[in-house]
């Protein structure tokens, strides 16, 4: 299913510093009558990232036979990732979502190298912070 790619934000709100911080988040939802919706909502959220200030790029990967979606982004600190998450719609998509979540994890690092950063790692990263999710394969 849909994989979009890593985008960088235009206009009045690209951000040309290097990143410091990195984030990558998976969601699982309990019930599979939830995933057209979460798609929707993670599209919205997706167009909101990219005209957040300090926003360096984001991408998506849906896997809705899995009830399962994959973020990564880049930011120029913690403090404007935060300020994203606060504002809408990512914030009322979180608590209309939050119960049903069956499992939800997010790790941060400071990029290494190679930038944007790349699925392989942020997989990598996300098995390590739970151990039990598996995103790599359809």
Do not use: K, Y
Not at 43 to 71: D, E, K
Not at 82 to 103: E, L
């Amino acid at each position: 299913m849909p994989t979009l790619p890593w985008t960088t934000p235009t206009g009045n709100h690209a951000h040309h510093e290097p990143a410091a911080l990195v984030m990558a988040s998976s969601f699982e939802l309990r019930r599979w009558r939830d995933v057209p919706c979460f798609f929707v909502a993670a599209l919205r959220i997706r167009r909101q990232m990219l005209r957040s200030p300090g926003v360096s790029g984001v991408s998506l990967i849906a896997r809705p036979m899995r009830r399962t979606f994959f973020t990564l982004s880049a930011w120029r600190d913690r403090s404007a990732l935060d300020a994203a998450v606060a504002r809408q719609p990512h914030a009322a998509t979180m608590t209309r979502f939050r119960r049903r979540m069956a499992d939800s994890v997010f790790t941060f690092w400071e990029p290494e190298g190679h930038f944007p950063p790349d699925w392989q790692d942020a997989f990598r990263r996300l098995d390590e912070a739970d151990g039990d999710h598996d995103g790599r394969t359809d």
